[in-house]
């Protein structure tokens, strides 16, 4: 029996290894490729038949949208699943793939249980499981949510910092987590007016302050909760800046967590959070954003 085979598109590095890595972890034997975007997925896909496809939304050259359009036109592409794997959860968008064709979605940013019940539901779809069967290992016990970034890259060989007994509400599996803002209030010391956004783990969505920015990473401070965030979880930082209420949806990693006052029971912590994008559309939005930001004093520049 052939091996089935994924393809995965991402512009991310990081993206693409955490969930190559996430999905051989489960589904030992599986064949998995990728594509740094739209376009070099079209060049792939032209040479080789895939079983499913997890694409990005928004990627430099051919979008997300693009390459799912493109599928749908070509007959032996025309009822391949196709999941969208994007930080774009809001209603107008959603329909939009869906009358494109698409077959499921990932929220971003997931955990390693999501991603791999929507992989599994969309091979159960295509008649493609029993090809797994005969390696899929058994489910393993919940390791907590917040490592599940950690465990994928390291191969499951990390050790797992255990989560508190309370944790905070988990979001629906699928979809992005909904904007709340949570009642705490923010730091007094960043209360001047400095630069304001959410951040989306798969745990829940903790509101933030930046401190600083560039193109390479932000400096965030968030109010700390039951669940500590962990490092090298991946996130969705949204951030609204102009009187239209734009939004951009920047995807990363937590590089370091750190308190923000010196001891141990400090009330506020401070988040490196590492971009991952490489679409010029997001770096020229980010460099607008520091360029205004700066200029408003909202952060300081070059985190």
Not at 120 to 132: I, P
């Amino acid at each position: 029996m052939s091996k089935v085979s994924v393809l995965v598109v991402d512009d991310a590095p990081f993206i693409r290894d955490l969930i190559k890595k996430g999905l051989r972890s489960h589904f030992p034997g599986i064949r998995i490729e990728d594509a740094v975007n739209g376009r070099k997925a079209q060049q792939m896909l032209d040479r080789d038949s895939f079983d499913l496809i997890l694409c990005d939304w928004e990627m430099p050259e051919m979008s997300g949208l693009e390459l799912l359009t493109w599928c749908r036109a070509q007959e032996k592409l025309k009822t391949t699943p196709f999941i969208m794997v994007t930080s774009r959860g809001d209603k107008e968008n959603v329909v939009q793939a869906i009358q494109s064709g698409v077959s499921d979605f990932i929220g971003k940013p997931f955990s390693n249980e999501q991603l791999t019940t929507k992989v599994r539901k969309a091979l159960g779809r295509a008649g493609k499981l029993g090809a797994l069967a005969a390696s899929a290992p058994a489910r393993p016990t919940n390791t907590g949510m917040a490592n599940d970034s950690l465990a994928a890259l390291t191969g499951g060989k990390a050790e797992v910092v255990k989560p508190a007994a309370a944790s905070v509400a988990s979001p629906a599996p699928g979809f992005a987590a909904p904007l709340v803002q949570p009642a705490a209030a923010k730091p007094t010391a960043a209360s001047g007016g400095r630069g304001q956004g959410q951040l989306r783990l798969a745990s829940g969505t903790l509101a933030c302050v930046i401190k600083a920015l560039s193109l390479k990473e932000g400096l965030l401070v968030v109010k700390r909760g039951e669940t500590l965030p962990q490092v090298l979880e991946s996130a969705v930082l949204d951030l609204e800046q102009g009187e239209g209420g734009e939004v951009a949806r920047l995807n990363g990693y937590l590089h370091a967590v750190a308190a923000l006052e010196p001891k141990p029971d400090s009330d506020w912590l401070q988040l490196t959070f590492r971009f991952v994008d490489r679409d010029p559309q997001k770096l020229d939005y980010l460099s607008r954003l520091i360029a205004r930001g700066t200029a408003q004093r909202h952060f300081v520049p070059g985190a």
